[in-house]
């Protein structure tokens, strides 16, 4: 006992002398070890930001340099044109369709994936996590393949041979294609926040449910849906907003059939060299992205307050 | 493990969980199966078998060069982002200082920010700089995107690493050096390991901010891929992703033999 008390002691002293160390360094260790991260954030990343930004309010002129005077013609010119709210209602449209979907296709998968035995639960993680590794193109290549038009389209193919449709569908070059295509981007970010909250919970909870006599639905409706709804607010989150600023998918499965805001700014950049509207169309994917998405996260914290 | 699933309500979700999975991998396993058909537009069924459309694409200088720039430049960002990204989650894992949440959220913050948004924002500061260095100005795109992915699975196995260990060498007599390499190193090389395959691949799949920022002389492998996909039919676009696809599975295992692959993602 005494010996392990002279132990503690020296210890304490060790750490006493290590705490005022720290306490000196407290600062400056720190600092120095953030200093060049920030820094290189600050530069290449706040105020390229801010310059785009600043962008979307200044004007440019015929030969192409963009200054002041200060403007809000973009906005209005984005807000008040009939082609420009088509592109932002579709860009809406599509991303809240997949995360509708999302939600519904993914909701079933994160529960097998949290109540299935450690082998299954392994390969579930593998299959899911694996795409997210395969970049975005060769993905959406893949979906351009299974979609095509005609009857060499492999969904097509199937559809004819098994005679469930007479005609080719036209499915390549629509919406539903985007939708297709982003859901099966995307579908990762909603099944892993999903499956850690889902768990999270706690089963006694349920089995007490249970116990009191409650039903699978009514357990179901009572306990696990509430409490993953953290997980499902996350996931759809970054559904939608990640949807929302894409640009590939949209490019190679809609073409001109389904155009969204992400080549909007494409077009108006690297095409029409407009850099102010460019911008603006920019900003507003990010306010557009961040306000829908925190009523999402609003609505999270009223069910965690509950 | 929780509650077990029974009833037929497991049967309709497991059923929906399999079609899912039959979702997640149909255009992975379409394009492998494309890749290695005998007919010159990539159309179903395929007729014969043949490595052809591998020998077309691994001849082709463009698809070299494009193939050599692309891992140049995924190494090169890897590195960048090794080299800012684990001095800053030392510093957000061991230390105690105002502000620190702020560090982290601002840390993060590339990763939530749309991709489209920091390209565009990258050219028109490059360009108003007159940086017309592309392979520079896309090394430094690159970084800024890996450099999260490292900051999150460092920082996540430094707070998992034990620090009553690092205690019990420096009261043995280890100097801070000799904690650091004996003890503190090893039990986060594998973070720093899946930190850095997590980086490479980032900057390797990267298409985004490439598409910004590359020219004709420096064009990485997903936009190349990009480019084809409207104006080439033939099957060969379908082996390059293929080889993409492979290697991306090569790095899946390595991932899950280096730190589980669950760790690895952490969203």
């Known amino acids: 006992m005494a010996a392990i008390n002279a132990d503690t002691a020296s210890a304490s002293a060790h750490r006493s002398r290590a705490e005022w160390r720290r306490l000196t360094l407290e600062r400056l260790v720190p600092a120095t070890l953030l200093l060049p991260s920030l820094l290189f954030l600050a530069v290449f990343f706040a105020l390229p930001a801010l310059g785009l930004v600043s962008y979307s309010f200044l004007t440019q002129s015929p030969e192409g340099t963009v200054g002041l005077p200060l403007t809000l013609q973009h906005y209005q010119h984005f807000f008040g044109t009939p082609l420009y709210s088509r592109v932002l209602l579709i860009t809406l449209r599509i991303s809240l369709c997949t995360t509708a979907a999302g939600v519904l296709l993914a909701y079933p998968v994160a529960l097998v994936m949290s109540r299935s035995p450690a082998a299954i639960r392994r390969i579930i993680t593998m299959i899911v996590i694996a795409p997210l590794i395969v970049s975005v193109v060769v993905r959406t290549y893949g979906w351009q393949l299974i979609l095509g038009n005609g009857p060499t389209g492999i969904l097509n193919w199937i559809l004819l041979t098994t005679g469930i449709a007479k005609t080719p569908i036209r499915l390549l070059y629509t919406e539903t294609a985007v939708v297709i295509g982003s859901l099966h981007v995307f579908f990762p970010m909603m099944v892993l926040p999903l499956a850690s909250a889902l768990g999270k919970i706690d089963p006694r909870l349920e089995d007490a449910a249970r116990t009191l006599g409650a039903g699978s639905w009514r357990t179901f409706r009572k306990i696990t849906l509430p409490l993953s709804l953290p997980g499902l607010a996350v996931g759809c989150g970054l559904v939608f907003s990640l949807t929302a600023g894409s640009f590939v998918t949209p490019a190679i499965l809609g073409g001109t059939g389904a155009q969204m805001l992400g080549m909007l700014v494409d077009q108006q950049i690297l095409v029409v060299y407009d850099w102010p509207f460019g911008a603006t169309v920019l900003v507003a994917i990010v306010l557009v992205v961040n306000i829908l998405s925190n009523r999402v996260l609003s609505r999270r914290q009223m069910a965690d307050s509950r | ?267």
Do not use: C
């Open chain 2, 1 to 267: 493990m929780n509650s077990q699933l029974n009833g037929p309500i497991a049967w309709l979700l497991a059923l929906i969980a399999a079609a899912m999975m039959i979702f997640i991998l149909a255009p992975l396993v379409v394009t492998v199966v494309i890749s290695i058909g005998t007919s010159a537009f990539a159309a179903f069924p395929p007729r014969g078998f043949t490595l052809a459309w591998y020998g077309k694409v691994l001849a082709d200088p463009e698809f070299q060069t494009s193939l050599i720039f692309s891992t140049v430049l995924a190494l090169g960002a890897t590195a960048g982002a090794l080299l800012l990204g684990v001095p800053a989650a030392f510093a957000l894992a061991r230390h105690e200082f105002p502000g620190r949440g702020g560090a982290a959220a601002a840390l993060l913050s590339p990763l939530i920010f749309p991709v489209l948004i920091i390209g565009v924002a990258l050219l028109q500061m490059f360009a108003m700089l007159n940086s017309n260095n592309t392979p520079l100005n896309m090394l430094i795109a690159h970084v800024l995107v890996t450099m999260p992915y490292v900051v999150r699975t460092v920082t996540a196995s430094l707070l998992l690493a034990d620090t009553a260990l690092e205690d019990a060498a420096r009261t043995l007599g280890a100097g801070r050096w000799r904690v650091f390499r004996r003890i503190t190193m090893p039990q986060i090389a594998p973070g720093v390991a899946a930190g850095a395959l997590f980086a490479f691949m980032v900057s390797f799949d990267n298409f985004p901010i490439s598409l910004w920022l590359a020219d004709a002389q420096h064009n990485p492998i997903p936009i190349l891929i990009f480019q084809r996909v409207a104006s080439v039919f033939d099957p060969s676009i379908a082996a390059i992703s293929t080889l993409m696809i492979l290697f991306a599975m090569l790095i899946v295992v390595a991932l899950e033999r280096v730190i589980g692959l669950r760790r690895a993602v952490a969203i």
